[in-house]
């Protein structure tokens, strides 16, 4: 099995910034995509970022400039930088990866336990 474990979330005013991380342990595997989803209140959940195991990225149109995803292979680990935040980036942002188990012949979607970014003044 394997869990992820997000970091990074918190209170910050209009035009601040944070850094988001995800790290993936447990069973052996193999990553092909990680990404980060978020669910505003009364709203359904989104894709915000998503980057491959070719570091390939795409990014919602609502983030593009702002926020940029990437991944440190050997720590198993993605990251997101937000920039510019915006009160409508207030959300709950939840890590997401697809991939391969050693004892699996296909590859699984795994998710974080969610954490909680508030853009506000």
């Not at 995509?33 to 915000?48: F, H, I, N, S």
């Not at 980036?89 to 004892?103: E, F």
């Amino acid at each position: 099995q394997v869990q992820l474990v997000e970091s990074g979330g918190g209170l910050v005013q209009p035009g601040g910034s944070l850094r988001l991380s995800c790290a993936a342990s447990g069973s052996r595997f193999s990553i092909y995509t990680m990404g980060w989803y978020r669910q505003a209140p009364g709203k359904q959940r989104e894709l915000v970022a998503t980057i491959t195991s070719a570091t390939s990225t795409n990014y919602a149109d609502s983030v593009k400039g702002r926020f940029t995803i990437s991944r440190d292979n050997p720590k198993n680990t993605v990251y997101l930088q937000m920039n510019s935040l915006k009160p409508e980036d207030t959300a709950v942002y939840y890590c997401n990866a697809r991939l391969l188990v050693l004892t699996a012949t296909t590859p699984n979607n795994f998710w974080g336990q969610g954490t909680q970014v508030t853009v506000s003044s």
